[in-house]
Every structure is written in structure tokens, then in C-alpha cells.
């Protein structure tokens, strides 16, 4: 098949967006497809745009067998609201005439990748001039976080933009979301069931396994081998609720064999790096190499998992996988029944959003009780192999697209909407 990807962020950005479209575009390449793909220059998550792209221009590129067609995009040096809206603006404007021009390539599919949901039109036009499949895949719900979280404000404004959203989403040939609470709320915005898909971020188990690191990072940061070590690693954002880490960990200083590891980059580090600077039982690291991935996540023996109140069920964080495949425990922070409560129940521990004193008791549950914590940790890597194995998830996805798109697959879409997680042996 000819796909066109149309996703802001790519390659070779480490994390998030970026990761994930440039991942599944080589693994297409890999399958023998001709792929193209849209996007802005590198910026996440450091919103800050360097080296050879730090002059924002049109270019074009080769990576790892894919045709990439970068265009400029403003990268606002401190965020609020209006500067996302005018930043997120400033790449659709700027892709339009680059995606446009691709119909005369006359790909199969296009696929447009949210958020950046402002992009979604140009997508769907793209695909109508050429008469490919549209696709539209929702990393999350940005429009409702956007308002969840006071980014944006006005009742008026907000009935009128999920108005517009919901009229877009239904004209899409598939919708797809990468969680089953995310599927469900996109039947509440009336996308018809036959046409959307449970496409989950995936990891590529062979490289992330629970022996995959040494010492290596200990020593670098000077922690003990004998250490407990509760990790965050990610980019650094706002909608994760980050503040607690720093305040949970001055609720164990007593417990000097408990250090905590926050590694990343994005708009709290700062704010994170002020907040930590005296505290003996935290170390901060960079945004570490995504070849070392699978070594930086075997470092801990804890994973912690934050996140806002309030937007949980309309996002689900893509670190999650790697979290699980590391064969360690996860303690999430988040409100009862959304996906991630469903997911880290399985194999970890929850505590109510924002809840310093919950967290760091179910943090010295796990460092007090070893078996419990091999257990879960155990647990954590069994689901990631059975719901997240990646050429699982890919193979799965666009064997179904692929037969939808030559007309030989009619029936529902790959996972039905109102289903429950299922491993993808059964999916397949």
C-alpha cells in the first residue's frame, strides 16, 4: 500500500508522538509499503528547535526508508493557551500546501495523527482529492484537556469547538484511539462503531526485558547497588500531575535506602529541578539516548506513574508499555476506573490522584515486601508481551486496514468499541 502519515511529531524525537509515528512508519517500510510522511521539525520535548533545524524551513529527508517532508513550525518559548493554539495553528498552516500536494502521489491511505487536532481538515481533504481511505488516530482528546485543565476557557467556546470536532470525527472513513475508555468516548461523539479501532501504543518486548540494564546508571548517579529505586521517566509535562513526585519523596527521607530517578525533559523541569534541588533522596537525568531505554527502565525497581485529576480517562500515557515490559511494578496515581486504573490493577498498585501520603505507602509496601514486589513485577511483563507486543499490535492493525482498504474485510473494526481488553492472540 501508499500511506501518507501526517503526524506533527516524528523522528527522531525519543518520546511521545514522535516515537510511536516514527516507529510504526519504519516497521511499515519493513512490511514492503511506500511510505510518506508530513511533519514538523524536532522540538519535543524540549520545545526548542536545534541543530541542523533550528532554522525552521521546508526540507526534505530519508529516514530508515521513509520519504519525509519537514515544514516550519513555531515553537513558543514559554507556553500558555493562546501560544499552544497559535503554535499548533502555525504547523497547519504552514503543512497544508506539503499535504496537499501528496494526492498526486495517490496513496491508498492518509493518516492523520492527534493531537494537533487543527490538521485534521487538511488530512481529510487530502485523502477526499486523491480518493484514499482518511484515517484519523487519537493519541488523545486535546480539545477536553485543553478546557479540563483551564489551557482554554468559555463555555461558548467550548460548546463550539467540540461541536466542530464532533462533526469532523464522523467523516472520517476510520477513527482510531489507543485505549478502550478512549474508544468509548469516541461513541459518545457519534463515531459510528464500524468504523473506529483500538490501536494501542505498543514496545518492542525484545528490547525492553526485566535483564536489560547493569549498574551502569547506578554508578553514574551514585546510587547504591542494593538501593530501591522508584523511576519516572517521560517527558515532563503539565498533564501529568509531576509535583508529587518531589513531595512524596520528602515524605520517605528517613528511608535512605529509597532514592527516586527523574529522567526527562519538558515544561516542568524547572519547576521540578527548584523542587528537588536540596532533597538527598532524588536525582534528575536528562533525556537519556532511546537506544539505552530498555537499560534506564531495568534500573528501577518501582515505576511511578503520575497524572492530573480530571484527564485520565481522555488520555493514556505512552510510557505505560515500557513501564510493564521492564518486568517491575508500577504505582499509579489516578483516578478509579479509567484505563490506567484498569491496566496497572493488574500488575501494580493505585492511589488516588495528587495523594502524597497513599503514594508513599504503597511505596513501602513494595520496597518491604520483595515477593510482592517480583510478583507484580512479573505480572507487569506478562501483559505487556500479551496487549502491548508491538509487532503484534502492528501486524494486527494494518492486516485488518489493509483488507478494508482492497474491500475484502467489511466487518467491524479490529477491536469492537464496547469490548473489553483482550490479549491480541485472540484480537488476531
Not at 43 to 67: D, H, S
Not at 284 to 308: K, N, T, V, Y
Not at 377 to 385: D, F, I, N, S
Request: some cysteine; glycine content about 8%; aromatic content about 8%.
Amino acid at each position: 500500500m501508499r500511506i501518507v502519515i501526517y503526524s506533527a511529531n516524528f523522528a527522531p524525537e525519543v518520546t511521545g508522538i514522535g516515537k510511536y509515528s516514527g516507529d510504526m512508519a519504519a516497521w511499515l517500510v519493513q512490511q514492503g509499503h511506500e511510505v510518506r510522511v508530513v511533519a514538523a521539525p524536532p522540538y519535543y520535548p524540549q520545545w526548542k528547535l536545534e541543530g541542523e533545524y533550528a532554522r525552521p524551513r521546508y526540507r526534505r529527508e530519508t529516514w530508515q526508508g521513509v520519504a519525509v517532508w519537514r515544514a516550519p513550525l513555531w515553537v513558543p518559548r514559554n507556553l500558555s493557551g493562546l501560544k499552544r493554539i497559535l503554535h499548533l495553528l502555525s504547523f497547519a498552516i504552514a503543512s497544508a500546501p506539503v499535504m496537499l500536494s501528496q494526492a498526486f502521489w495517490r496513496p491508498d491511505i492518509v493518516l492523520t495523527v492527534a493531537p494537533y487536532f487543527v490538521c485534521a481538515p487538511i488530512g481529510w481533504l487530502t485523502a477526499r482529492l486523491c480518493g484514499a481511505r482518511a484515517w484519523l488516530h487519537l493519541q488523545d482528546f486535546e480539545v477536553e484537556v485543553a478546557f479540563r485543565m483551564g489551557m482554554v476557557r468559555g463555555e461558548w467556546l467550548q460548546r463550539l469547538v467540540l461541536g466542530v470536532e464532533r462533526g469532523l470525527l464522523r467523516r472520517f472513513d476510520w477513527v482510531s484511539s489507543i485505549s478502550h475508555r478512549m474508544v468509548e468516548l469516541l461513541i459518545g461523539k457519534g463515531v459510528p462503531r464500524e468504523r473506529m479501532r483500538y490501536f494501542p501504543n505498543w514496545v518492542d518486548t525484545t528490547r525492553i526485558t526485566p535483564s536489560a540494564g547493569d549498574d551502569t546508571y547506578r554508578r553514574q548517579l551514585g546510587i547504591a547497588p542494593d538501593a530501591i529505586v522508584v523511576l519516572f521517566s517521560g517527558s515532563l509535562g503539565s498533564k501529568q500531575g509531576l509535583m508529587m513526585i518531589p513531595a512524596t519523596a520528602s515524605r520517605l527521607t528517613e528511608r535512605a535506602e529509597v532514592v527516586f530517578v527523574i529522567c526527562g525533559d519538558g515544561v516542568m523541569k524547572a519547576e521540578l529541578e527548584a523542587a528537588t534541588a536540596q532533597a538527598p533522596n532524588v536525582r534528575m537525568l536528562p533525556l537519556q539516548p532511546l537506544e539505552r531505554l530498555g537499560e534506564l527502565l531495568a534500573m528501577a525497581d518501582i515505576h511511578l506513574l503520575p497524572q492530573s485529576p480530571g484527564v485520565a480517562d481522555l488520555v493514556l500515557p505512552s510510557k505505560l508499555s515500557g513501564m510493564l515490559a521492564s518486568g517491575r511494578p508500577v504505582i499509579a496515581a489516578c483516578e478509579a476506573g479509567t484505563e490506567i486504573d484498569l491496566v496497572v490493577s493488574q500488575c501494580g498498585l493505585v492511589v488516588p490522584p495528587e495523594d502524597c501520603a497513599a503514594a508513599a505507602a504503597a511505596i513501602l509496601k513494595l520496597v518491604d515486601q520483595p515477593a510482592l514486589r517480583r510478583e507484580l513485577g512479573q505480572r507487569a511483563r506478562a501483559w505487556a508481551e500479551k496487549q502491548f507486543e508491538r509487532t503484534a499490535v502492528l501486524g494486527c492493525v494494518f492486516g485488518s486496514v489493509e483488507r478494508r482498504a482492497i474491500g475484502e474485510d467489511t466487518g467491524p473494526g479490529i477491536v469492537a468499541a464496547d469490548a473489553q481488553p483482550v490479549t491480541h492472540d485472540s484480537a488476531v
